[in-house]
Nanobody, 127 residues
Framework: QVQLVESGGGLVQAGNSLRLSCAAS????????MGWFRQVPGKEREFVARILWRGGATIYSDSVKGRFTISRDNAENTVYLQMASLKPEDTAVYYC????????????????????WGQGTQVIVSS
């Protein structure tokens, strides 16, 4: 079992920054590939970013590329999502997710690729 707890959400004005954290427990964190997704009411959960277990390769959705940065601290068992130049359309509940080894290399943008999820943290970007 892997437990994931997100934090750092809140209300922020457009153009500003916010950093989300996701603390993991229950499994050797360095074995996990981690993802961030987001969801707004009435829509499917959307892939945002991913960081692999070894080497820490990252990938982003087109909508956040260049503005968001995913990183991990294996010593702290935490994955981060640094969000800059926020836009009102970034408003959503943000979820972190863990992909057990071996990581998915094909469908990692799909929620089905991930084995564990956090409870989510709300981000509201005001215009």
């Amino acid at each position: 079992q892997v437990q994931l707890v997100e934090s750092g959400g809140g209300l922020v004005q457009a153009g500003n920054s916010l950093r989300l954290s996701c603390a993991a427990s229950g499994r050797t964190f360095s074995d996990l590939s981690m993802g961030w997704f987001r969801q707004v009411p009435g829509k499917e959960r959307e892939f945002v970013a991913r960081i692999l277990w070894r080497g820490g390769a990252t990938i982003y959705s087109d909508s956040v590329k260049g503005r968001f940065t995913i990183s991990r601290d294996n010593a702290e068992n935490t994955v981060y999502l640094q969000m800059a130049s926020l836009k009102p359309e970034d408003t959503a509940v943000y979820y972190c997710a863990a992909d057990l080894p071996p990581p998915s290399y094909i469908n990692y943008r799909q929620t089905s690729a991930y084995d564990y999820w956090g409870q989510g943290t709300q981000v509201i970007v005001s215009s």
